[in-house]
Every structure is written in structure tokens, then in C-alpha cells.
């Protein structure tokens, strides 16, 4: 990291301090059995969107577990928005999802999400307006009486989504959040992700998948084996400085002959010359967009475009709210 | 207390979609409208209510303490298991707010529960009062016998021996005194409840003696020759007492040939039974003292739902359970031990201290159990013992107030200290 970047990450207030943490997991008898994290330091600041990477096992759900306040460090010092994890003042603060359906079955969409916004005391008419707002953002109006217990692994990611933006949380905390969801919900979601950083609110992303990770992130830490291997931003991890790329368009077969030519006499080495690639997830989407319109309603998620208004801070309403406690 | 009361409406919410509730009415309604049909007693419509009675509160209770300590378990350490914990854990609450909020909503669904189970009883009891061969007025006998509860006064203590107990010899006469001053204003009728063993204990005929009631105003108020079985309780009617401050009653054993004595060798053995109050005020307050006890079998099967994993939670739960139902039980294993003698030479040390590992357990759970023996409404109801609602008053403080507030404090403790986001979980 530069050494300006640096000065510039160290006004802003970090959101999430780990300095020596350490979780070591022990059996009954207390006797230790892995060491889980082993004395990691980092910071995530204000406003960042900041990646969890590494290999299974590697301690970042650990990691995660232990800002949530699920697991307690063995050693080292762990504070969120300056506070212990478990602080239920934080916690107010914060959204998760989890990598895998924590939710009552038994309860409808429209019920969960209720009753989560409940547990951060809004107002009624804010806490129905928003969960309509999300209902229609994660494409699961027509769903919203249907159980929890007979949605697909992709309306559950979804839902579980929803719950974590109900009380428009500075801190986003998402582990694998594009597990099971198709392209579109992909996508969906990494816009949100910006959508939400524009809006100064911090998001924590661990993930498995590198190009989700790497389209949205702008700093990373990579760990292995309890460790943080690597910690940077993303630009300058994947940066090589050695090599260069021209794009140019409109060219005649004549012209690019000659632009290598002179590259060949300028650098003395072979230029490589390609048409670019749109990568698989923009044919796809682009694809579905030209068949979306016209169809049939699924059984299973519509589509929606937009950011629910109230996490974009368009809806007026919502300035007002305040949690009680 | 808004997320307190969330909390709460989850979990009724959990209890009627997962079908408890459901599960556990239907299975009321089939207990309680069998039993007249699956017990017949003697055929007449007074053992039919009285068994009725006898059997269908401890059944109920049975049923709903198994699945107040049932769902309590499930309550916590079923949503550790499922990870739902997980998630709640991470939104603004504290740990005795989800604590008290899943109590609560239980206590809910123990009382509809409860609710229903007592209105089945008192219809299921004018049913069985009702019955076709009986004219207008023997029903109304029956109903007024049946559907009274009584305060019981016990004879005041005689010299040279302890309330109640006497030993009456062929032709002899034993005269007990009850201090009813308080008692008889307005009373039409009284019981004097008794149960004797004879001697030799082999005798087991009906034993011939004379009954006579006096009072101050009413010297010849009773007498009433009367053969009665050995071992059995009777119940002798005293006709109306006009205001009095001492009854006299006396037995004069006829029994001399063959020669028979009795002995009434316990203080429960004679009571004076007065009508105090009806059938259903006292049910009423049977089932709030019920109520209360399931808030604390909830509340017991919670604490072990947060400190273990379901199977294991279920089964020490049903364990305290077990030996709540077992009072006696416990009381001689906290008192004596596993060993009949433990000053036998025979005995190894192993043994000794085997011994006394199980008293010392006992002893701590005899004396966390001890407010259920206070507080038992089985105890009143099948004897129509009048229940004051004093008793009811002091059951909710202390089974529903301070025992699941103390154990709600160790709960959200538990809670708070336990690692719900562990890879085993």
C-alpha cells in the first residue's frame, strides 16, 4: 500500500480493529486442539469494501464469527465500531448474512423480515415500508406469504439478504453472499454492494468466488493456515506494473500493423494484439435482459432492477428513522 | 420489552405452526373424554365423577409438564442446532431479553394449553353428574356432595400423643376435640373424614363402633352407630353446626368379639372436613398453582436446553421431571443413600463414598425440587381439599416469579458465556 493511501485510510475512523487476534478452538477437557486465527492484525475502515479471502479452513469464518460476537477471541484485541463485538449498540449497527439459511422455516418472508426489523425497534410504517421495498428488491413479492421452509438455496440467499439490509446497517457483514444465486442475482448483488459503499457503509465480504470478489472490492486480506498471508488493495495486488495495454477501436488492419511496427522498434519486444473478450456473466446477462421482457412469471424469483430506495437513501421517510435503543 | 414480546410471538408462533400445540390438544381431548370410559369404578355416578376427578388433573399435569419441560429444551437448543440462534445472536439483543421472551411465549402456550385442559375437566364432570337414571333431586345431591371442596381442621392435640393419632381399645371411647370457631358460620353440613388399621392387622371385616358429635349449643348433634372397613378412608355426615367455638366428637369401639382395635396411628388419619368453596373456584385455583409449576418445568428444561445439545438437554430435563414426580423418592435417596445399612462392616469404602455422592446430589435436588411438594395441587384436588387462594398467591411468587427469574439469570448468563458460533454447532 502506497504511503499515501495509507495517511488516507488512517484519518478515517476504522469500523473493525483485530490487533493480535487469536481464537484457538479447545475439547472438553480445555485442552487446545487448532489454532484457528493466529494473531491477526487488521483494520477495515469506514466506507470500504473490504474482502476475506483464503482456501477452507483458513480461519476466515472464524474470523467473522468472532466480529459478530458468535465466538470470543482467545487473545488479542477485537473491537467493532469501537466496542466489544457483543455490544448490543454495535450490533444495531450491523447486517449479516450467513453462509448457510439460519432462518425460522416455519415463518413467511414478509413474517421474517418483520420480525428482524422488529429486533432493531423501527417504527411500523418504516419497518413495512421497508420490508415491502426489500421484498420487491430481491425479487420476492409474489413470494412473501409462501414459508421459508419451502424456498429454493437462491430465494434463500435472497431473504437472507433482505434481513440483513431491514435495519440499513453501516456494516455489512456477507459470507459467501452469491453462493447459489444465478447470474442475475450475481450481479444484483455486487451493484448493491457499490450501491451501499457509495453510501459510506462499510461491507465485510468473505467469499470462495474471486471474480465476485474482485469487481467489487477495493481491499483484501488473504489468509491461510490461521494467517493473513497477504493484505492490500486489490489494484495494486493484481497491478503489473511491467506490462501496458492500448485499446484502441475503429483501426484498419494497415494502421495496427504499423502501431506494432513501432512498438517492435520502440521496446524491442513482440506486441500481442487480440480483440477483447466480454467476460461470460455480461453475455449472460445482457442475453437474459433481451428475454426478460414478456415472459411468463417464474414460480421461483422475479427480476428486479433497482436497489431497494431506502438502502440507495432516496426514501425521505427514512432519514427519520431511529433506533429506540 | 418490545423485543421481549417479539421474541414471545416467535415462539407461539413456532409452537402452533410446528403443530405442538396442536399435537398436545388433541392428545388432552383424547385422555380426558376416555377416561370415564377406560375407568368404571364401582358403575355409580359418584365413583364415576370421583375417579373422574382423582385422575384427570394428574393426568393433564402429566401430559403438560412433559411438554413444557419438552418445548422448554427445544426452545434454545434446538435453534443452536439449526444455526437459528446464530443469527439472532447478532442483532441487538440481549441474552436474557431472547431468555425471557421464549419463557414467556411458552408460559403463553401453557396456559391456552392449561386453559383448555381445565374447561374439558369441569364439563367432563357435570357430564358425568348428569347422568340419565337419576331424578332432578338425586342429581342435585350428587352435585352438591361432588362439587363442594372442603376446608379440612384438624382435632387439636391431646395430651400424651400427637394431633389425630389414637388407639382404641374393644368397648372403649376416645373423644377428639376440632376448634371451629372460624369455621361454621353458615357451613349446612360438615364431613368428618377417617381412615383406621385394626389390630390384630389380620382382621379386615367391617369394625363396629358408634360415632356422636356435640358442641356446646348442640349436645346431641350426632350419633351414629356405623361399621367401618379397615384401611379404607370413610367420610361420616355431621349435619349443620350453628355457630360454635369447640366440636366434640367421639368413638366408641362396639368391636368386642371378635376383639378388634382400631388405631388412627397418623395426623391425617381425622380431619373435619368443611365446606369451604365450589368445584370450580377451587379447580381454578388448582390450575393456577398448576400453571405455575409448569413455568418452572419450562423454565428447568430451558436452563437445560442452553447448557447442552437437544437429545441431551431433553433427557436431563425429563430426568428432573422424573424425580419431581417422584418427591418421596428423592427425599429418601437425599436422606439415607443407595445404602439400606451403611454402618454394615461389609460395606467398602468405594461404597461409602459412592453413598454419599448420591445423598449429597440428592439433597440438592430435594432442595430445588422442595417448592413443588409445597405447591401441588394433586394434593388437594382429588380429595376436593379447598385450596386458599393464599397458597395460589405464594405458588406464583414463588414458582413463576423468583424460581424462573433465578433460573432465567443462570440461562441468560449460560447464554451470553456460550460460543453459539462453535464449527460443532
Not at chain 1, 444465486?181 to 450481479?187: H, I, N, S
Request: proline share 6%; charged share 20%.
Amino acid at each position: 500500500m502506497s504511503k499515501l493511501q495509507n495517511q488516507e485510510l488512517s484519518t478515517i475512523e476504522p469500523v473493525i480493529i483485530a490487533d493480535g487476534l487469536t481464537k484457538v478452538f479447545r475439547d472438553f477437557w480445555h485442552r487446545p486442539i487448532v489454532s484457528a486465527v493466529k494473531a491477526v492484525r487488521f483494520e477495515v475502515h469506514a466506507g470500504e469494501i473490504f474482502g476475506l479471502l483464503g482456501p477452507n479452513g483458513s480461519g476466515k469464518s472464524t474470523t467473522l464469527r468472532m466480529i459478530l460476537g458468535l465466538l470470543k477471541p482467545t487473545a488479542g484485541v477485537l473491537r467493532v465500531f469501537g466496542k466489544e463485538p457483543q455490544d448490543v449498540h454495535s450490533k444495531s449497527k450491523i447486517g449479516y448474512l450467513p453462509e448457510e439459511s439460519c432462518l425460522y422455516p416455519f415463518l413467511t418472508a414478509r413474517e421474517t423480515l418483520t420480525f428482524y426489523g422488529s429486533l432493531f425497534n423501527l417504527d411500523s410504517s418504516i419497518l413495512n415500508e421497508r420490508v415491502k421495498q426489500l421484498l420487491e428488491m430481491t425479487g420476492l413479492e409474489h413470494a412473501a406469504t409462501r414459508r421459508i421452509g419451502e424456498f429454493s438455496k437462491g430465494m434463500l440467499r435472497r431473504i437472507g439478504l433482505a434481513q440483513a439490509l431491514i435495519n440499513d446497517p453501516d456494516l455489512i457483514i456477507l459470507d459467501e453472499p452469491t453462493s447459489g444465486l444465478d447470474p442475475v442475482g450475481c450481479r444484483q448483488i455486487k451493484d448493491l454492494i457499490l450501491t451501499l459503499a457509495g453510501r459510506g457503509k462499510t461491507v465485510l465480504i468473505s467469499s470462495h468466488l474471486l471474480a465476485d470478489v474482485e469487481s467489487v472490492c477495493k481491499r483484501v486480506i488473504i489468509m491461510n493456515n490461521g494467517n493473513i498471508i497477504v493484505q492490500g488493495r486489490l489494484n495494486e495486488l493484481l497491478e503489473n506494473e511491467a506490462i501496458y495495454r492500448f485499446c484502441v477501436s475503429s483501426a484498419s488492419a494497415e494502421q495496427i500493423q504499423a502501431i506494432q511496427s513501432f512498438l517492435r522498434l520502440q521496446t524491442g519486444t513482440d506486441p500481442r494484439t487480440d480483440h477483447p473478450r466480454k467476460t461470460l456473466e455480461q453475455f449472460f446477462l445482457e442475453t437474459v435482459a433481451r428475454a426478460q421482457p414478456g415472459t411468463t412469471t417464474p414460480s421461483g424469483v422475479a427480476y428486479a432492477e433497482k436497489v431497494a430506495p431506502f438502502l440507495a437513501g432516496k426514501s425521505p421517510k427514512d432519514e427519520k428513522t431511529q433506533c429506540k435503543k | 420489552m418490545q423485543k421481549i414480546a417479539t421474541i414471545a410471538a416467535l415462539a407461539i408462533r413456532s409452537a402452533i405452526r410446528s403443530r405442538v400445540i396442536a399435537v398436545v390438544a388433541v392428545a388432552i381431548i383424547a385422555v380426558i373424554i376416555s377416561l370415564p370410559f377406560v375407568i368404571k369404578g364401582d358403575g355409580t355416578p359418584e365413583s364415576r365423577s370421583t375417579i373422574f376427578i382423582n385422575y384427570s388433573f394428574g393426568l393433564l399435569m402429566f401430559v403438560l409438564s412433559l411438554t413444557a419441560t419438552w418445548c422448554g429444551a427445544g426452545a434454545i437448543a434446538l435453534e443452536i442446532g439449526e444455526r437459528q440462534m446464530q443469527l439472532l445472536i447478532t442483532k441487538p439483543l440481549r441474552s436474557f431479553q431472547i431468555w425471557a421472551g421464549k419463557l414467556l411465549g411458552l408460559m403463553t402456550v401453557n396456559l391456552a394449553l392449561l386453559a383448555l385442559g381445565g374447561a374439558l375437566i369441569c364439563a367432563m364432570i357435570h357430564w358425568t353428574l348428569g347422568p340419565a337414571e337419576m331424578n332432578r333431586a338425586g342429581q342435585q345431591d350428587l352435585r352438591r356432595k361432588i362439587l363442594t371442596v372442603y376446608r379440612a381442621v384438624p382435632p387439636l392435640k391431646a395430651s400424651g400423643l400427637q394431633s389425630g393419632r389414637a388407639a382404641i381399645g374393644p368397648g372403649q371411647t376416645y373423644r377428639w376435640h376440632f376448634d371451629i370457631a372460624r369455621h361454621t358460620a353458615g357451613t349446612p353440613f360438615a364431613l368428618l373424614k377417617f381412615r383406621f388399621i385394626p389390630s390384630p392387622f389380620s382382621h379386615q371385616s367391617p369394625v363396629a363402633g358408634i360415632w356422636r358429635a356435640a358442641t356446646e349449643k348442640q349436645p346431641d348433634l350426632l350419633e351414629q352407630t356405623l361399621a367401618a372397613s379397615p384401611n379404607m378412608t370413610d367420610y361420616l355426615n355431621i349435619p349443620k353446626i350453628y355457630p360454635a367455638g369447640m366440636l366434640d366428637i367421639e368413638h366408641q369401639n362396639m368391636q368386642t368379639n371378635p376383639a378388634v382395635t382400631v388405631f388412627f396411628p397418623s395426623e391425617n388419619d381425622l380431619s373435619l372436613l368443611i365446606p369451604e368453596s365450589s368445584f370450580e373456584a377451587n379447580l381454578l385455583r388448582g390450575l393456577i398453582i398448576g400453571f405455575t409449576r409448569l413455568a418452572f418445568f419450562t423454565s428447568l428444561g430451558m436452563i437445560a436446553g442452553t447448557l447442552f445439545t437437544f437429545p441431551v438437554a431433553v433427557l436431563a430435563s425429563l430426568g428432573m421431571l422424573a424425580m419431581a414426580f417422584s418427591g418421596g423418592f428423592v427425599r429418601q435417596l437425599a436422606e439415607k443413600g443407595l445404602l439400606t445399612d451403611p454402618s454394615h462392616e461389609q460395606v467398602s469404602i468405594m461404597a461409602f463414598i459412592l453413598n454419599d455422592l448420591v445423598r449429597v446430589s440428592f439433597r440438592f435436588f430435594a432442595f430445588l425440587l422442595s417448592p413443588l411438594d409445597r405447591f401441588d395441587p394433586l394434593a388437594f384436588l382429588p380429595d376436593r381439599l379447598f385450596i386458599p387462594w393464599s397458597l395460589a398467591g405464594q405458588s406464583f411468587a414463588v414458582l413463576c416469579c423468583l424460581y424462573p427469574l433465578v433460573l432465567l439469570l443462570i440461562g441468560a448468563g449460560c447464554l451470553r458465556r456460550r460460543e453459539i458460533g462453535l464449527p460443532s454447532q
